[in-house]
């Protein structure tokens, strides 16, 4: 079955840093990848997604993710992050040819301080 | 992009009774639509696929007969919970696919039994 791991669940940085959230997959062939940005109380937004190609996808609000097959990981990495970033962060695995389902990884919480 | 709304927002209601909660899609077809529960700091579980046509397709663990679900036409599927009890309080989410395993999702409902 697959599964997503995200190991850090609380994850501080300053305004203006650099930041990169973890995410570890484990499925048997190459799967959909997926990061979504929840703000309190919301729905889920799509920061961006790899189907396939380009192992780095760039995504909405400078965000990028790098598709490591050999780490099985799909890290987000952002170069500056404002203050307006401050979420919860989920990392997502669909299952190429399956049913469309995403079985959805544990979330990290991101808090920007000033 | 694609919008996926929901109804209502949030509700309040009392233990024993049952509450009904809408999701639509607003500017496309979904033939599929997701139901997912999220408890409090904790990640989106999977718990149903409404299917337009056809029954919807429980998780393990899941009651269907305590979640009904119910997807009357290409843009509406709902989502009932029967008898509520303190227990089901939770964050509601539905989402839809657009095709291509990408997914657009509601901005939620909370629920809160009393």
């Known amino acids: 079955a697959q599964s997503v791991t995200q190991p850090d669940i609380h994850i501080t940085v300053s305004e203006g840093a650099s930041l990169e959230l973890r995410c570890n997959y484990s499925?048997?062939?190459?799967?959909?990848l997926f990061w979504y940005v929840q703000s309190p109380g919301q729905g889920l937004q799509l920061l961006l997604k790899?189907?396939?190609?380009?192992?780095l996808v760039q995504g909405i609000k400078g965000f990028e993710a790098e598709f490591k097959r050999s780490q099985s990981s799909f890290n987000l990495r952002k170069p500056s992050v404002h203050w307006s970033d401050a979420a919860e962060y989920f990392c997502a695995v669909g299952e190429k040819g399956g049913s469309e389902k995403l079985v959805f990884g544990k979330g990290t919480k991101l808090t920007v301080n000033p | 992009g694609a919008v996926v709304s929901q109804h209502p927002s949030w509700v309040i209601c009392k233990s024993g009774t049952s509450v009904k909660i809408e999701c639509r899609s607003l500017?496309?077809?979904?033939?599929?639509m997701f139901w997912y529960r999220q408890f409090p700091k904790q990640s989106l579980m999977l718990m149903a696929t409404s299917n337009e046509g056809s029954k919807a397709t429980y998780e393990q663990g899941v009651e269907k007969d305590k979640f009904l679900i119910n997807h009357a036409s290409l843009t509406l599927s709902t989502l009932t919970v029967t008898s509520a009890h303190p227990e089901d309080s939770s964050f509601y989410i539905c989402s839809a696919p657009t095709g291509t395993y990408e997914q657009f999702f509601g901005p939620g409902t909370r629920l809160t039994v009393l």
């Open positions: 500017d496309f077809q979904a033939t599929t």
């Open positions: 790899y189907f396939s190609g380009d192992t």
């Open positions: 499925y048997g062939a190459t799967p959909y």
